[in-house]
T-cell receptor, first 108, second 112 residues
């Protein structure tokens, strides 16, 4: 069964404590993998698109990588304003499916 | 460049009523998708419209319907509302099927 999972479900970090979020997928014919950030009461905000294994994208403290079966979102020296839910989504065939998200809290 | 605009932001309806939600996509974007977001189920795909045609549909009952106009604006309708329809309804637009989705801030629907 085609599936998109994310781990961990929730993560609490101290400010400056780097970590990684995982997005795993079991789909055929990947067209792209997307990372989003969602703040409470708002729609998801687009962060990155990755199209092929080995690809990496960076933006400020965030770096996204892609392998054949998973993607990682690395957060370097996070700040409290990085607290949000991070969602990955996979485009394959006619489908665009979101994972359940990782709820990140960064404590000052 | 204006983002995706959804109206209204909040709605309270009673069971059995119907509701229409509106979405204006980013200028130049011809694809509009709708999602339902709940704490338990996450983001669930409802349907996608491209150039006024429904291109894809999720696993929702026929009470959920939508349409897209020639200016790419889209509406979503839910008839015979049930308590379980309470959710954040998100609209997203994109240039084409391989481009990222850009979301509005949603319509929060509460059914009592």
């Amino acid at each position: 069964e085609d599936q998109v999972t994310q781990s961990p479900e929730a993560l609490r970090l101290q400010e400056g404590e780097s970590s990684s979020l995982n997005c795993s997928y079991t789909v055929s014919g990947l067209r792209g993998l997307f990372w989003y950030r969602q703040d409470p009461g708002k729609g998801p905000e687009f962060l990155f698109t990755l199209y092929s294994a080995g690809e990496e994208k960076e933006k400020e403290r965030l770096k996204a990588t892609l392998t054949k079966k998973e993607s990682f979102l690395h957060i370097t020296a996070p700040k409290p304003e990085d607290s949000a839910t991070y969602l990955c989504a996979v485009a394959y065939g006619q489908n665009f499916v979101f994972g359940p998200g990782t709820r990140l809290s960064v404590l000052p | 460049k204006a983002g995706v605009t959804q109206t209204p932001r909040y709605l309270i309806k009673t069971r059995g009523q119907q509701v229409t939600l509106s979405c204006s996509p980013i200028s130049g974007h011809r694809s509009v998708s709708w999602y339902q977001q709940t704490p338990g189920q996450g983001l669930q795909f409802l349907f996608e419209y491209f150039s006024e045609t429904q291109r894809n549909k999720g696993n929702f009952p026929g009470r959920f319907s939508g349409r897209q106009f020639s200016n790419s604006r889209s509406e979503m309708n839910v008839s015979t509302l049930e308590l379980g329809d309470s959710a954040l309804y998100l609209c997203a637009s994109s240039r084409d099927s391989d481009s990222p989705l850009h979301f509005g801030n949603g319509t929060r629907l509460t059914v009592t």
